[in-house]
């Protein structure tokens, strides 16, 4: 399954992007999942959803500003990042699993987009 990131890039605070992560696989994949890693830190957990698209889930630290949602159709994933602080300037990464259902441990996902840079000014 090959994931394509895309949408990053240079936005002020308080500003707004949103990330586009295409699934190339007719039959789709199951769960997905946004994660990202800043500079000098490890990957950490940013959202995920099932692949219904009914059930999400959120790291506190985006909770209320980011929403993932899917298109089954289109086969994309997408973020929505309003409300954007400089605490998250990172590389985000999409990735996808077999099963059905959500995750928030990069250890459950096999398939893995190349990372697209969101970088936020103060």
């Known amino acids: 399954v090959q994931l394509q990131a895309s949408g990053g890039g240079l936005v002020q605070a308080g500003g707004s992007l949103r990330l586009s992560c295409a699934f190339g696989?007719?039959?789709?994949?199951?769960?997905m999942a946004w994660f990202r890693q800043a500079p000098g830190k490890e990957r950490e957990f940013a959202a995920t959803?099932?692949?219904?698209?009914?059930?999400?889930f959120y790291a506190n630290s985006v909770k209320g500003r980011f929403t993932i949602s899917r298109d089954n159709v289109k086969n994309t994933m997408y973020l929505q990042m309003n409300s954007l602080k400089p605490e998250d300037t990172a590389v985000y990464f999409c990735?996808?699993?077999?099963?059905?259902?959500?995750?928030?441990?990069?250890?459950?996902?096999?398939?893995w987009g190349q990372g697209t840079l969101v970088t936020v000014s103060s």
């Open positions: 959803i099932n692949q219904s698209g009914g059930d999400t």
């Open positions: 696989r007719p039959f789709g994949v199951g769960g």
């Open positions: 990735a996808a699993r077999n099963q059905p259902i959500i995750s928030t441990s990069p250890a459950d996902f096999i398939y």
